[in-house]
Structures are given as C-alpha cells and as structure tokens.
C-alpha cells in the first residue's frame, strides 16, 4: 500500500533532532511496548511481516503524530483483536480509555509467478505495482532502474506472509539507484541501495 | 481517532494502554512479567555496540578474518560468540574508505542489525532521518555535524528486507600496533550507522 509511512524521499522534514550517544527509549512503558510485541512473535500470535503491515494501516494522521512504540503498541493491540487473543472493549475497559487500532487489512498478494533468478551485475527495472496490502517495495524506486550489487537468501515474501497467507521464500537483492534516476537532480548525488524482492524485479529492457 | 468517532471517550494514555496488554496477556498465562524481564535483559547488557566495535577490531586487525565478514557476516560474527536472530539472514557489512561512504537508513519502518551495532537510536526511527536520508544524504549528514569531501562517493543503504547492514569505518591514523581492545574502544554505534567517521 501506498501508505503514509512510505517515508523516503518525501519533502517538507526538517533537521534530525541528533544527540551524540542517543538513547533507544525514554520511558520504562516503551521497553515493556517492545517486550510485549516480541513475546507475540514468539508465541506464534503473530509474524514481524504481518507487525509491520499493522502499523503501516495506522490511520495516517495517528500514525504521524504517534511516536515510535506508540506505533508499536498500536500494531500490538489490532493484531491481537484481529487474531482473536483480546477484544477492544476489554482493552479499552482495562485502559479506562479508548484504545485507538488501525484500519483494516485490504487483501494480500502471493508471489509473482514469473519472477526470474538474478545475479550480481545484472541491470534491473522495479515492476510499476501498485498493491492494496503490504508491501517492501518503497515507493520510490517503482519503475526505476539500477544494477543488482548484493544477492541475499530466501525470505517468505512479504506481501503474502504480511497477511498470514502461504508465502514462497525468495531471495532479495540489494539494487543500486543513481539518486538522480529517482529524484532528477532534487536530490543529494549518491548511490542509493535497497532490498527488493525478487518479485518486484525484471530485467531491464 | 476516526475508528473511534462513535464514541467520545478520550484516548487513554500510552502507559495505560501498554497495562491493558501486559494483564490481559497476565490473565491469558502468556507470563509477560518474566519476558520483560528477559527482554529488559537483551536490551541492556546484550545488543549493545560494543558487539559491532569487536567486529570492527577485528576486521581492521585480522585479513582473513576481514575477509570472511565481507563474504558471509552472519557467520563471521559467530566466531566472537555474537549472533543474530533467526530472520536475520544475512548480514552485510559495508567498507568506508578514503574515498567511499556508506549511511545506512530504514525508510519503511527501523530495522538494523540490533544484535550487532546495538538497538537504534531515537533519531534513526524518526520520520525526519527516515525521509530524508536517501534523498538529501550529504545535507543531512553534514547536519549531523559529518563533513564529506566534494568528492567521496556517498552509498546509503535502505534496509527494507530482512538483511542487515553495517558499516565498517576505516581505521583512524595512528593507530599501528594497538591492541582489538583498545581499537574496539573507538568505535560508536554512530560510526557504524553511518552518521560520523572516526
């Protein structure tokens, strides 16, 4: 999905608020935050896949006012209502509050039937896909080319396992981008590399 | 929140809602107490830098062992008694020298190689460093107070699948003849990130 946490590329941010030696958490209720999501993984709740996607179907405007374990604590809660294990009135009684959630899922895609296998050096193009669900393809490199510098193992693909759905393993690539193929010269000259799916690619014409 | 405009009960706060999770997995038997105890654990004393500044020691002391890392850095940090979760698959570690850059970045959400380099940094999970990071790296960087030469090559590196990167920065000047130990004492998560250089 195209969603609001696609961030890259996108304009209007301003500085990093940068500390040397900056912490990871601030408040004690974030470290239980992020407990709690693992624990879910670990007891088969849940997959990171379908974590991730939970928190990308925030409603936009909650997921960018809301901080980073907010987002996770967020993710938590929908997942586990959507699966069952709680119910959001029971959340929201025992918080004497409302529990916001995020919207619902719009379905899932399995693999790409005619994906091909790729090497180091091989010229690519990312497929123009536009998705309704999860997805690991930022927007910012859909339609544009680059060459593969980087194979790395299988992986269940995540467009399928974000939904709980049979998904294939397949490998990722890392893609090298010119950042002036993805932004003209609107951006920073540098190389810009990311993960894609072998789904996500072909060759390049 | 829109999900929520039939009623108009106020939001409750973060710390309430992460109690109402926490007791109501208590009252499932899913023992939260004890794995935020461990999780506590892991966080403090066990994906910590200092993990990542061994690697790097060893990597600016040891070829064969340099080597190896380039080849297959989920193995090679075994050999430090180091790993890293199972869906970590794969962990490339990218070189800097004289002449090359790399940053590295999550657009999507934050991931990094946790174990390794240690549990982000506030400002990486930001919307501002996760937005502009790719698109405006050399300003961003120099705003973090890194100042690249007009012509080193800038390589950021997006990490949206379950491979893991980090940096390997080159080794300070001066340094002949010292011990991994006190190597790995200079070397920051940030370095490893790719906000600073040594």
Redesign the interface.
Same mark, same amino acid.
């Given at each position: 999905m195209d969603g609001m946490?696609?961030? &890259? &590329?996108?304009?209007g941010?301003?500085?990093?608020?940068?500390?040397?030696?900056?912490?990871?958490?601030?408040?004690p209720?974030e470290?239980?935050?992020?407990?709690?999501y693992?624990?879910a993984v670990?007891?088969g709740i849940f997959n990171?896949d379908e974590y991730?996607h939970a928190?990308e179907r925030m409603?936009p405007?909650?997921y960018?006012s809301a901080?980073?374990?907010?987002r996770s604590?967020t993710s938590?809660?929908t997942l586990?209502v959507e699966k069952g294990?709680?119910t959001q009135e029971?959340?929201?009684r025992? %918080?004497? &509050?409302?529990? =916001?959630?995020a919207?619902p899922s719009a379905p899932g895609r399995s693999n790409v039937a005619t994906r091909e296998t790729l090497k180091v050096g091989d010229k690519v193009t990312v497929k123009s896909h536009h998705v309704h669900g999860h997805v690991?393809? =930022?927007g910012?490199i859909r339609g544009k080319s680059g060459v593969v510098v980087?194979v790395? =193992?299988p992986?269940p693909f =995540?467009d399928a396992h974000g939904h709980g759905i049979e998904a294939e393993h397949e490998p990722?690539y890392?893609v090298?981008f010119d950042?002036r193929d993805?932004?003209s010269d609107?951006?920073? %000259? %540098?190389?810009?590399?990311? &993960?894609?799916?072998e789904s996500y690619l072909e060759r390049a014409k | 929140m829109p999900d929520h405009a039939h009623h108009h009960e106020a939001i409750a706060s973060v710390e309430k809602r992460t109690d109402a999770i926490e007791a109501a997995f208590h009252e499932r038997g899913m023992e939260p107490a004890n794995f935020i105890r461990e999780f506590k654990h892991l966080a403090e004393e066990e994906w910590v830098p200092e993990n990542g500044a061994r690697v790097v020691a060893k990597a600016w002391t040891d070829p064969a062992f340099r080597e190896r890392l380039f080849a297959n850095g989920r193995d090679a940090v075994t050999e430090l008694g180091l790993s890293m979760p199972p869906h970590h698959r794969h962990l490339v570690v990218l070189e800097n020298t004289p002449t090359v850059h790399n940053v590295i970045c999550c657009t999507l959400c934050s991931c990094t190689a946790f174990s390794i380099i240690g549990l982000p940094p506030d400002w990486y999970k930001d919307l501002e460093y996760r937005a502009r990071v790719v698109r405006q790296s050399r300003t961003v960087l120099s705003e973090m107070g890194l100042e690249l030469p007009a012509d080193m090559e800038v390589r950021v590196w997006d990490t949206t699948a379950d491979t893991r990167y980090m940096v390997l920065p080159v080794r300070p000047a001066g340094t002949e003849g010292w011990s991994e130990e006190k190597l790995a004492s200079l070397i920051t998560k940030d370095a490893m990130i790719g906000v600073s250089r040594l």
């Open positions: 946490h696609d961030l &890259g &590329g996108k304009q941010f301003g500085r990093i608020r940068y500390s040397l030696r900056a912490e990871t958490f601030h408040e209720w470290k239980r935050v992020n407990a709690l693992s624990l670990k007891l990171m991730r928190i409603e405007r909650h960018l901080s980073y374990y907010e604590l938590l809660a586990c294990i709680l029971e959340l929201e025992r %918080a004497q &509050g409302a529990f =916001p959630l919207l690991r393809m =930022p910012y980087g790395s =193992p992986y =995540p990722t890392d090298r950042s993805l932004w609107a951006a920073d %000259a %540098a190389f810009v590399h990311v &993960g894609v799916f | -």
